[in-house]
């Protein structure tokens, strides 16, 4: 027998609008930003989804509205099957999908780790006995259980994003928004978070929206949305996506540095399959067309 699986979608959104108005020093309006310019798109339970775009393209509004910090002026978002703007369904909403913003020591407020991450629940009601658990879940899964008693302002950048990463666990969310977490951490740290966040998805199924610059981060990803003016101009798998070389350059976007390499190659009249993404896809082909 035949079985079929359908996957909700967990944030859908539909035809939002969202507008900023720009004023000058004296407060008269100068102009309107549209920020969001009719933006429908729906991320299924379960996902990790990358967002990419230039600096200005809407990333960040547009991912303000998957846990109602921004409502649409236009349009509509569900999360989780609610309408973010339903006012008594904003609890509900924020404990469904929960945000990773860029700046690690923006978002740490206690003195102790592990009190930290309690903080969410706690906020929620949850009983004292139900936080401790779910505290020491979260920072097993992230990596960081052993700093439990540790003071964040002393651990690294990547140590302090994953601490972060706890906090929003710890509320038991479906879906995690990532914006830029990584950008202002070493190699080291970017990579400590990028695996915690892999993990959570295929361990844990926690739907991951991933907002970054880094084009390695994205290789993984279940679906990859680009934006550009406010609007989601291209999606598809990492290697529909990244088999548009020159559309993407074109949206002063990069691809990853294997691809570009296969790309030129193939360009230059090497026997290559469209859209190759990581360093074994390159051998692999190059050994199959070329190898004795
Ligand atoms: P991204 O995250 O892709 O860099 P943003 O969503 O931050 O893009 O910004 C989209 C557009 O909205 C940009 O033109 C930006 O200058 C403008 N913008 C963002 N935040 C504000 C704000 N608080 N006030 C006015 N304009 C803003
Ligand atoms: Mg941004």
């Not at 290559?272 to 190898?291: F, W």
Request: hydrophobic share 40%; with cysteine.
């Amino acid at each position: 027998m035949r079985r079929v699986i359908f996957k909700m979608d967990i944030i859908r959104t539909k035809d939002v609008v969202y507008e900023y108005i720009r004023r000058d020093d004296e407060g008269e309006v100068v102009g309107i930003t549209t920020a969001v310019d009719h933006v429908s798109l729906s991320v299924q339970q379960g996902d990790f989804i990358a967002i990419l775009g230039h600096n200005g393209s809407g990333k960040s509004t547009l991912a303000k509205h998957f846990n109602a910090i921004l409502l649409p002026e236009e349009g509509s978002v569900w999360v989780d099957g609610k309408l973010t703007s339903e006012e008594d369904k904003l609890w509900d909403i924020r404990q469904s999908a929960g945000m990773v913003f860029q700046n690690p020591d923006n978002q740490i407020i206690a003195q102790v780790v592990e009190e930290d991450v309690g903080f969410g629940p706690e906020n929620m009601g949850v009983p004292t006995e139900e936080i401790w658990r779910r505290v020491e879940k979260s920072l097993k899964d992230v990596g960081m259980y052993e700093y439990r008693k540790a003071s964040p302002n002393k651990l690294s950048g990547g140590q302090k994003q994953r601490i972060s990463i706890a906090g929003v666990l710890a509320m038991k969310p479906k879906c995690i928004i990532l914006d830029e977490p990584t950008a202002m951490l070493d190699p080291k740290g970017r990579r400590e978070v990028i695996e915690a966040v892999t993990e959570l998805n295929k361990k844990e199924g926690v739907t991951v929206i991933l907002i970054t610059h880094y084009m390695e981060e994205v290789v993984g990803a279940d679906k990859v949305f680009v934006m550009d003016g406010g609007k989601v101009v291209m999606q598809g798998t990492p290697r529909q996506v990244f088999s548009l070389v020159e559309d993407l350059k074109a949206l002063r976007l990069d691809v990853p540095q294997v691809t570009l390499l296969a790309w030129e190659l193939k360009k230059r009249g090497l026997e290559l399959p469209e859209g190759i993404l990581t360093k074994e896809e390159l051998t692999e082909s190059l050994a199959e067309a070329y190898g004795r």
